[in-house]
């Protein structure tokens, strides 16, 4: 069976940071760009940042560039989001999400991808 499972969520006060961690199980990663996205309450989900299978390429929403760090650690079949710098309005549910079409133009659209994880929330409040 096919699973991607988040970890990492939590309350953090504005300035802290999170490191976010995206496990496979049921399949390797190694072929599959991966995104993370997040959704807040009564908002779309937004597309965050991607990885390409091969880490060599990365995007970013400009809300999150310089702030984020998109990685991925194909031994361990974990990709990863270092958050820092967090802001109240990075508040929401994130999501990482496998593509396994490969690295397009369109890698922060949410329809691009196949495979989805449960979520991890997100807080950030003081």
């Known amino acids: 069976q096919l699973q991607l499972v988040e970890s990492g969520g939590g309350l953090v006060q504005p300035g802290g940071s999170l490191r976010l961690s995206c496990a496979a199980s049921g399949f390797t990663l190694d072929y599959y760009a991966i995104g993370w996205f997040r959704q807040a309450p009564g908002k779309e989900r937004e597309g965050v940042s991607s990885i390409s299978a091969s880490g060599g390429s990365t995007v970013y929403a400009d809300s999150v560039k310089g702030r984020f760090t998109i990685s991925r650690d194909n031994t361990k079949n974990t990709v990863y989001l270092q958050m820092n710098s967090l802001k109240p309005e990075d508040t929401g549910t994130y999501y990482c999400?496998?593509?396994?079409?490969?690295?397009?133009?369109?890698?922060?659209?949410?329809?691009?991808?196949?495979?989805w994880g449960q979520g991890t929330q997100v807080t950030v409040s003081s």
């Open positions: 999400a496998a593509d396994i079409a490969g690295w397009g133009k369109d890698q922060l659209d949410y329809g691009e991808y196949d495979y």
